[in-house]
């Protein structure tokens, strides 16, 4: 071993970094998160313009401010339930209105505009 | 404080290093891409330094642009990091060194244990380092640049653990030449 990484490693803790096991998780997981966060800004800019807190959304979903909290951070993975459940709550549209056509189309056997 | 390897080299000295300033807690390189990919901790981040987003260096930008411009920037320097750490350090056309910056725009030469800052193309997001070795650097934190001066406070405390660092480097026998360079770029 070097003297500089010698030196460096009698410093170092002994507590690994877990900073590669997330950024994988975030490479792995890029494509929703992405729908994640992108529903969480909607969220936060709704929130701070009804003046709103975390805490009154949760109570407003029944659900537990925890599970609030991860929405926000962009971390959560939705399911289409709780999403409806954020567009009543806040009296907002997340999933676009061209999403609902253009699975009206396909259920009447025509290709989405 | 401590140091934590983020991934270095098994057969000599180059890698990437933090220093970590409580036991216990995460490295400081962490909680920069914990923050950073946080929407709400950015959301929070911008409307506290909405002056400086709307102000004239960056001629006016929403909060949740701001937000989706550094998601974006993040997951680029995020993923350079990656692919180095999973290609090792034998590549010389694409290491730590070619990442990392000298501090000062001005300065073309990279000394051994300049603070140096990673910097993606004309991007806002800043990882702050020691630069130990060729290939060797002590990441002290990261932040997001919305001015051209390291006047707010977010940008202060930056030089502060910069500083911190050296004084913990020095006082552990790891010493380097005084600074050429500073930080008011």
């Excluded at chain 1, 690994?16 to 994640?36: C, D, I, M, V």
């Excluded at chain 1, 969220?43 to 909290?69: T, Y």
């Excluded at chain 2, 506290?48 to 260096?57: A, E, I, T």
Aim: glycine content about 6%.
């Amino acid at each position: 071993m070097n003297n500089l990484k010698d030196k460096l490693s009698k410093l170092a803790s002994d507590q690994p970094s877990e900073w590669k096991a997330k950024a994988q998780y975030r490479r792995e997981n890029r494509e929703w998160l992405k729908k994640s966060a992108a529903i969480a800004i909607r969220v936060l800019d709704a929130l701070k313009a009804q003046s709103i807190s975390q805490k009154q959304l949760a109570e407003r979903m029944h659900i537990s401010p925890q599970q609030i909290s991860k929405i926000v951070k962009g971390q959560e993975n939705l399911t289409l339930e709780t999403i409806s459940n954020l567009e009543n709550a806040l009296g907002i549209q997340i999933i676009d209105e061209k999403a609902h056509q253009n699975g009206a189309a396909l259920k009447r056997g025509k290709p989405a505009a | 404080m401590k140091l934590l390897p983020i991934f270095i080299a098994q057969d000599s000295e180059d890698g990437l290093w933090s220093i970590q300033l409580e036991s216990g807690g995460l490295s400081e390189f962490e909680v920069f891409f914990d923050h950073v990919n946080d929407l709400e901790w950015l959301y929070d981040f911008f409307d506290q330094n909405r002056s400086d987003l709307q102000g004239g260096f960056l001629g006016g930008l929403s909060i949740s642009d701001a937000v989706s411009r550094t998601l974006i920037e993040a997951e680029e320097m995020e993923n350079a990091l990656y692919d180095l750490s999973e290609q090792g350090f034998e590549n010389k056309d694409s290491n730590l060194q070619h990442l990392f910056k000298p501090l000062n725009n001005f300065e073309y030469a990279i000394a051994i244990h300049q603070k140096s800052k990673a910097r993606i193309k004309k991007g806002w997001l800043r990882l702050y380092a020691i630069r130990l070795a060729e290939n060797c650097y002590l990441v002290t934190g990261g932040a997001i640049k919305l001015t051209p001066n390291m006047k707010p406070s977010h940008l202060g405390n930056e030089l502060k653990k910069l500083e911190q660092a050296k004084q913990f480097l020095r006082n552990n026998g790891i010493d380097y030449p005084e600074d050429l360079n500073n930080y008011d770029e």
